[in-house]
């Protein structure tokens, strides 16, 4: 199975200021189409996750643009630019490209 | 919109059955694939089972292959999870999550979650 390493574990981030969370994988995440299959997910307190990110850079419709992610290959990373209250979470990146699909073990994201 | 109600969990005791339920609506069901990730207390994601959009295939994960089930009636727009010979490592919150990927696995809604308490 694909391992996805996220770093760090946990962040506290003071409104405002900017926040980036890791995604490291243990292969190459590059499909054959070209389109590299990672995505970024948000589980917010006592919610289901919710998808933020996919194809490494394409942001959801309605997701701020804030929000950005970059990478390639086996390294990737999800900045926010400008942190607010609304983003506190668990971050957790997948890929879709190997069976079986696999996860980050998440970033925890809270509020200075 | 699209909605995904997951239904069927509880407690059970190790051993014994449960069947859990997803109720879709706001799309085409029968043009998606559908997955089952659940997560335990406090942890991270597992992916546990995947059923191709045309019922044709299906695929477990390692811990449950042998013990679930997935299924889907597209005349009622509902997947299912026949979960047999319940472990204590299954208690979990359990999501039906769609998957519109062609070349990819690709989750794009998750449903509310239904929570599973294997214990005696």
């Known amino acids: 199975d694909i391992d996805l390493t996220q770093t760090p574990l946990s962040l506290s981030v003071t409104p405002g200021q900017p926040a980036s969370i890791y995604c490291k994988s243990s292969q190459s995440l590059l499909h054959t189409d070209g389109k590299t299959y990672l995505y970024w997910y948000l589980q917010k307190p006592g919610q289901s996750p919710q998808l933020l990110m996919y194809e490494v850079s394409r942001r959801v419709s309605g997701v701020p643009d804030r929000f950005s992610g970059s990478g390639s290959g086996t390294d990737f990373t999800l900045k926010i630019s400008r942190v607010e209250a609304e983003d506190v979470g668990v971050y957790c990146c997948m890929q879709g490209i190997h069976h079986p699909p696999t996860f980050g073990q998440g970033t925890k994201v809270e509020i200075k | 919109q699209v909605q995904l109600v997951e239904s069927g969990g509880g407690v059970v005791q190790p051993g014994r059955s449960l069947r859990l339920s997803c109720a879709a609506s706001g799309y085409t069901f029968s043009s998606y694939g559908m997955h089952w990730v659940r997560q335990a207390p406090g942890k991270g994601l597992e992916w546990v089972a995947v059923i191709w959009h045309d019922g044709s295939k299906t695929l477990y994960g390692d811990s449950v292959r042998g013990r679930f089930t997935i299924s889907r009636d597209d005349s009622k727009n509902t997947l299912y999870l026949q979960m047999n010979s319940l472990r204590g490592e299954d208690t979990a919150m359990y999501y039906c999550?769609?998957?519109?990927?062609?070349?990819?696995?690709?989750?794009?809604?998750w449903g509310q979650g239904t929570l599973v308490t294997v214990s005696s």
């Open positions: 999550v769609r998957d519109p990927g062609v070349t990819s696995y690709y989750f794009d809604n």
